[in-house]
């Protein structure tokens, strides 16, 4: 075993050969997320297109200056999770860490603007459910099933959030023990991944809930 | 995937991602009838191209990786189609009701 690097597991010929195996499985994965969530858009075209007009009243009711502000959020935590990771790569680990935190701090931020938008709706019975009321001039059991993809498609990203924040955490713990290098910066690009499709999910969420019709 | 720093290439693809969140809430503004979901996903499309192609590295990935990102997609692609053949080919079902 001499010669062999501590980060390289024994199944494996190479490091090369170790890291395109994580890439390979990690991109499946985000290919089984990819239908995890395509469930709910498919609802959604469904229900979009039979309901236009009460979802686009409905969809009037989300803040969108709130939407926007968290999808740039959102963007800049990508960019600062693509540091993080370029940062690794080229054995800069103080970089890793700081870009790290920021992608943590940014995601917080998200999270914090999205569970106002929560609140905000909770106070205004735009939950659904027995509290439901509706005042607008279109149906409203339509805009309550606007309401109810709303929630299983911010809160399903929300968890991946969350789940994705988790992850971070270990990260700065493993970067602070200098775990990463050139040679091995594996686990910090496949969190890296995981991130950035969680931030592709909201850029298709944001136009198809906040922006329906604004004209 | 070693070497140098791709820190200037990941800021202006991040400049491109927010001028692009610019012009899908300024389209959403403007009436364009069926023409604005069009706008909006096809825009959604470009900033997920960006992220994967830069971010996610496709750009650089062997032949292997870019058929694994793919995947995901294309069995999308087939739930929706098979969706729509349903939805679209039955009178009334996605009519409009209000």
Redesign the interface.
């Known amino acids: 075993m001499s010669g062999r690097p501590s980060h390289l597991a024994h199944q494996f010929a190479d490091a090369a050969q170790q890291q395109l195996a994580a890439k390979l499985g990690m991109w499946a994965f985000l290919a089984t997320e990819v239908l995890f969530f395509g469930g709910m858009f498919a609802a959604y075209a469904v229900y979009r297109g039979r309901y236009p007009a009460a979802w686009s009243e409905a969809s009037r009711h989300l803040d969108l200056w709130l939407g926007t502000i968290n999808t740039a959020v959102l963007l800049t935590s990508s960019l600062t999770m693509a540091l993080a990771v370029d940062a690794a790569r080229t054995n800069h680990p103080q970089h890793t860490m700081r870009h790290l935190l920021e992608t943590i701090l940014l995601a917080l931020v998200f999270l914090g603007i999205k569970g106002w938008e929560y609140a905000d709706k909770w106070w205004n019975h735009l939950v659904p459910g027995p509290h439901f009321t509706w005042h607008g001039d279109q149906s409203a059991g339509a805009a309550e099933l606007f309401f109810s993809l709303y929630f299983a498609m911010t809160g399903c990203h929300a968890v991946h959030m969350l789940i994705g924040v988790a992850l971070l955490g270990i990260l700065c713990r493993q970067a602070n023990r200098s775990a990463f290098s050139t040679d091995y910066y594996t686990p910090v690009e496949m969190t890296g991944l995981y991130w950035h499709f969680v931030d592709c999910v909201w850029v298709f969420l944001f136009p198809l809930l906040y922006l329906i019709d604004r004209t | ?7 200037g290439v ?2 202006a ?2 400049g491109a ?2 001028i692009l ?1 610019a012009v ?2 300024g389209a ?4 364009l009838g069926p023409w ?2 069009v706008a ?2 096809g ?2 499309a470009v ?2 191209a960006l ?2 192609l ?3 590295h496709l750009q650089q ?2 032949s ?2 870019r058929v ?2 793919l ?3 294309i ?2 692609t087939i ?2 189609v098979l ?2 053949s349903d ?1 679209l080919t039955r009178t009334g079902v ?5």
């Open positions: 995937m070693k070497g140098a720093s791709h820190r990941y800021l693809t991040f991602l927010l969140l899908t809430v959403a503004h403007i009436p604005s979901p909006a996903m825009i959604a900033k997920t992220i994967g830069v971010f996610m990935e062997t292997l990786v694994f990102s995947a995901g997609l069995w999308l739930l929706l969706l729509a939805y996605l009519m409009a009701r209000h």
